[in-house]
Antibody, heavy 119, light 112 residues
């Protein structure tokens, strides 16, 4: 059964870059859209962006050009970089797999990793 | 200011039926994009309850059902149980600006 696991620093300083990796196990990374989703404490879900296994990407326009998502199919990993972070970027960050296409439901989620932006 | 609007909270007694609405616009739900629903229990990742408007993944009880009409969608839960108390989110796709995934603001379901 496929599982996703997020990893990365739990504390990032303001103005620095947040970097997270999601590792796919128990299945192939090919032929799926892989997303990053975040949830600030006590608030709702916000989609950050996705990457298709072939490398094409899309991201939430509200995050402008701060987001970079990349994939390493040989390691079965995809990664998120979010630049110039502020306290507003403090959140639980989830990685997820879209069931079939980019507009599809996320049928598999990682457990989430809390990232705090603070000096 | 979510693109999809949900009521902040709903409640119902055990055994009752409740519905949660998800209101969008002509650039998302009204444009024909599918609506998906998630249940999030405290401290856990969301779990898909309904996908593509009205489809249940295996393992999801048939007490949960989804519907879509025009620019809105609804999640109905019948035979409310204490374990249904959770946050519920709708999700769709929006084609304004650049096409992207959008979520509703979430609804807290309280079982009285």
């Amino acid at each position: 059964q496929m599982q996703l696991q997020e990893s990365g620093p739990g504390l990032v300083k303001p103005s620095e870059t947040l970097s997270l990796t999601c590792t796919v196990s128990g299945g192939s990374i090919s032929n799926y859209y892989w997303s990053w989703i975040r949830q600030p404490p006590g608030k709702g879900l916000e989609w950050i962006g996705y990457i298709y296994y072939s490398g094409s990407t899309n991201h939430n326009p509200s995050l402008k050009s701060r987001v970079t998502i990349s994939v390493d199919t040989s390691k079965k990993q995809f990664s998120l970089k979010l630049t110039s972070v502020t306290a507003a970027d403090t959140a639980v960050y989830y990685c997820g797999r879209a069931l079939q296409g980019e507009a599809d439901a996320f049928d598999i989620w990682g457990q989430g990793t809390m990232v705090t932006v603070s000096s | 200011q979510s693109v999809l609007t949900q009521p902040p909270s709903v409640s119902g007694a055990p055994g009752q039926r409740v519905t949660i609405s998800c209101t969008g616009s002509s650039s998302n739900i009204g444009a024909g994009y599918a609506v998906h629903w998630y249940q999030q229990l405290p401290g856990t990742a969301p779990k898909v309850l309904i996908y593509a408007n009205n489809n249940r993944p295996s393992g999801v009880p048939d007490r949960f059902s989804g519907s879509k009409s025009g620019t809105s969608a609804s999640l109905a839960i019948t035979g409310l149980q204490a374990e249904d108390e959770a946050d519920y989110y709708c999700q769709s796709y929006d084609s304004s600006l650049s096409a992207h995934v959008v979520f509703g603001g979430g609804t807290k379901l309280t079982v009285l």
